[in-house]
């Protein structure tokens, strides 16, 4: 399908200071066909020149130096009709050739509303035309296959198939017998006559048995035989009274605490980590956009900024998150059903059965989550130096997945947690699996 047979765009707005990354992202839009309506230098741009070009959807190139100029516009640019689709600068910057190429495919995709991003020349042919005549059989397709081998790996083995304990055919047998020739030549020794059976003795006791009427039990016994015949044991003794019961020595009793501390309000047991880098922001906002309002769990978001300018993104992302997105704060909480995100500065530590945020300068410690109740996203751009403590607590319990397919430009660490067996899809597959693994808080 060509950009020419795809239905007309919604009228876009670039907003981008002037530059590599304006300028590859206006290729973009012009590979996708879009109607650009309006591009501006998002520090010189006012709200009503943005509200006047009417956008239905906002292509904007994030960097720390536009963080005010879009809290500026956050009046047009926060209505929920309007298509924002984030790219960082840095990267549009320094895209070229396949990678630009395979970029403006994606935002194709997202202009157009559909999954489409495969290059030129891959689509699938049509349906297979019918041909005459019955399918191929299973027995033709093996018709020319030999059986030579199997035969003889099969001779070779048979001296190893282990025998029947209980039964040994005597060697003068040679051919099919009754079993009541078998059973009478294994105990007179004599080679039974296929043509005659032998009736092989019936022992008495099985005489016995066989006279009894059916439901006759006048010789059933509880007692072994023996045991009946030995002579009654001489009486015991009798035991010595119990002396009566002394009262409890209270000094000496104490309180122990039997289950572990429990949750404080609204704390949770677990949380379940997103991490990310180049690329994450446009995963973590489809990520969080499609999380239930009322999750059981909190959503940590840990992403290095330049500038560790983290509160500009928490506004970013309360936008599109049903989610409320808080910046985490040290000594308070982990609450369910909240979105938090990390500042370089910030760790977890457990007291009792509840995650609150505590100082650390080296950031989030994965091995700090409980792994029963926790899970972790690598989202495009994650450090690949966390992918062996993701698996660590992986194997300790927790759930582990990795972003793949659209949008994960970077996929190096997300990638590893997929190739070791862990769950792998979009973000918005992901969001799916935690709110189905998490559920909704009563």
């Known amino acids: 399908m060509s950009v020419n047979d795809l239905p007309s765009l919604l009228p876009v707005a670039l907003l981008a200071r002037v530059g590599p990354a304006r300028e590859r992202l206006r290729e973009a839009l012009v590979f996708a066909g879009a109607n650009v309506v309006l591009e501006e230098d998002p520090n010189t741009l006012d709200l009503q020149t943005l509200r006047d070009a009417a956008p239905g959807a906002v292509l904007i190139a994030l960097e720390p130096a536009i963080e ?23 990267l549009a910057a320094r895209r070229e050739g396949w990678e630009a190429q395979r970029w403006a495919r994606h935002l194709v995709a997202k202009l157009h509303g559909h999954h489409d991003v495969l290059p030129p020349g891959s689509e699938q042919d049509g349906l297979l035309q019918p041909e005459p005549g019955l399918p191929v059989t299973p027995a033709q397709l093996h018709a020319d296959a030999p059986l030579e081998f199997h035969v003889r790996e099969a001779f070779d083995a048979a001296a190893e198939v282990p025998a029947d304990g209980l039964y040994q055919a005597p060697g003068a047998l040679s051919e099919p017998v009754s079993l009541e020739e078998a059973l009478a030549a294994l105990q007179t020794g004599a080679t039974p006559s296929p043509a005659a059976a032998v009736p092989p003795p019936v022992p008495s006791a099985a005489a016995t048995l066989a006279a009894a009427p059916l439901g006759d039990h006048s010789s059933w016994s509880l007692v072994d035989d023996d045991a009946a015949a030995a002579p009654p044991a001489a009486a015991a003794e009798p035991a010595p009274p119990t002396p ?33 880098g180049i690329g994450g922001p446009d995963a973590l906002r489809r990520l969080l956009a499609a999380l239930p309002a009322a999750l059981a769990a909190p959503v940590l978001v840990h992403m290095r900024l330049d500038g560790g300018r983290y509160g500009n993104l928490v506004k970013q992302m309360a936008r599109v998150s049903p989610l409320p997105v808080l910046l985490a704060e040290t000594a308070q909480p982990v609450l369910a059903g909240h979105a938090y995100i990390l500042p370089d500065d910030v760790g977890l530590e457990l007291r009792g059965r509840s995650l609150y945020f505590s100082t650390d300068a080296q950031g989030i410690q994965i091995d700090a989550l409980p792994p029963a109740h926790s899970g972790v996203v690598l989202l495009s751009g994650a450090d690949p130096a966390q992918v062996e403590p993701v698996l660590a607590l992986a194997g300790a319990g927790a759930w582990v ?30 969001a799916a699996v935690i709110a189905e693994r998490w559920g909704v808080s009563e």
């Open 244 to 276: 009566p019961a002394t009262a409890f020595d209270l000094e000496r009793l104490s309180l122990v605490e039997l289950e572990p501390q429990g949750l404080a309000d609204g704390a949770a047991p677990g949380a379940v980590l997103v991490l990310a």
């Open 68 to 90: 005010d100029a879009l809290e500026r516009l956050d009046p047009v640019l926060a209505a929920p009709s309007l298509t924002l689709i984030f790219d960082e600068a840095e």
């Open 401 to 430: 997945a990795g972003q793949i397919g659209e949008g994960c430009y970077d996929p190096t660490a997300a990638s590893a947690v997929v190739a070791a067996g862990r769950e792998a899809g979009e973000p918005q597959q992901l």
